[in-house]
């Protein structure tokens, strides 16, 4: 399994700090072009993260900037749905902006 499939995977698994790490390690060695992408889903780990450690302000952040960088490859990058990954970060920044923390575990 590669770095992104690995850390894609600990999203699924609720694992948000490990998923931010490995896919941080895949931001970090990609080529320019291709940075927005792993570091919206950064974002996208440490916003659930930061829900989960109850930080509406890091939240609502982390979210969007995971919006701003993955705007630009929609609808799928990589294997990754990213209009669906868009989808639940603007929920999730729904649910924010109405003072909740209360996320759905994101789908990816």
């Given amino acids: 399994m590669d770095k992104l499939e690995l850390g894609l995977?600990?999203?699924r698994q609720g694992r948000y700090f490990e998923a931010h790490e490995e896919l941080e390690l895949v931001w970090r060695a990609a080529e320019p072009s291709e940075r927005d992408f792993y570091q919206g889903l950064v974002h996208v780990a440490v916003a659930w993260y930061q829900a989960g450690r109850g930080r509406p302000v890091a939240t609502a952040s982390q979210?969007?900037?995971a919006s701003?960088?993955?705007a630009a490859f929609v609808p799928e990058h990589r294997g990754v749905d990213v209009a669906g990954v868009l989808a639940q970060v603007e929920t999730a920044r729904d649910v924010v902006r109405g003072g909740s923390l209360r996320l759905n575990e994101p789908i990816i």
């Fill in 9 to 11: 995977d600990l999203i």
């Fill in 63 to 65: 979210l969007e900037k």
């Fill in 68 to 70: 701003r960088r993955l």
